[in-house]
C-alpha cells in the first residue's frame, strides 16, 4: 500500500457517489448546487495518510479548495492509531480503511441533507466546526447564516449578520443591499455563486454547470 494505492481506492469508493477528483486526485468534490462537497486524502511524509471532510460554498470570493463548514470535527479518525492517520505498513491498515469509509460515506449524507433550507439553517445556527472556534462570535457575522435567515423571511436578523460582516467581506456587503427584495436577493446570490463555480472550473480544469436557484422563496 502507497499513497497511489489509497487515491485510486478512494476514487473507486466515491465516484459512484457523484464524487469527481481535482488535484491529483488527492482531492474529490461532489456538486451540491450552493456547496461542494470536499474529501482530501492528505499524505503524512511517505508513511501514511489522514482522511479530511467539509463543505466548502460557494458564495464566495475564494476559489480554492477550503472547508466553510464541516459537521464535527473535519477528519474521519483511524480508531486505534497515531494521529488518526493509516500508517500503510501498518497490519490492520485494510480494516482501519474500511471504517473510515463507513464514516465517510454517513458524513456525505449528512452534507447531502443541505440541501433542505430548514436542515441548513439548524446546521449552520448550531454549528460546532473548527470555522467557528477559530473566529470568534463568528455567528455574529457568518454570511452562511445571514443567508438561510433571508430564504426564512427573517430579514432583520438576517441585515444584522450581514451589516456586521460587510466590514471584512465583498460578498456581505453584496448581499446586504439586497436585501429588501427576497427576489433580487436570490438572484444576487446565484450570480456570485455561479461566478465561484466559472473560476473553479477554469482553476481545476472541471465543469461546474451554472445553477438557475437555491432554495424556492
Known sequence: ????SVKEFMCSELKPMGFMPISSKRILIKDGG?????????PVRKEAFLLNEGVKFLWTSDYGIVYDYADGRGRIIAKGSPLGAVFYDDPSANMRIEQMIKELKEQIVKYQELKNLDTFHFKIENRDDFTKHANPNFEQWDESLAIAKMFLGQVPQAKKILH??????LIARKLLEHCDNIESFHNE??????NCREQMSLKFKTTLDPISAVWTF
Open 164 to 169: 456586521t460582516a460587510s466590514d471584512r467581506n
Open 1 to 4: 500500500m502507497d499513497f497511489k
Open 34 to 42: 450552493f456547496y461542494l462537497i470536499v474529501v482530501e486524502i492528505q
Open 189 to 194: 446570490l446565484v450570480g456570485i455563486i455561479n
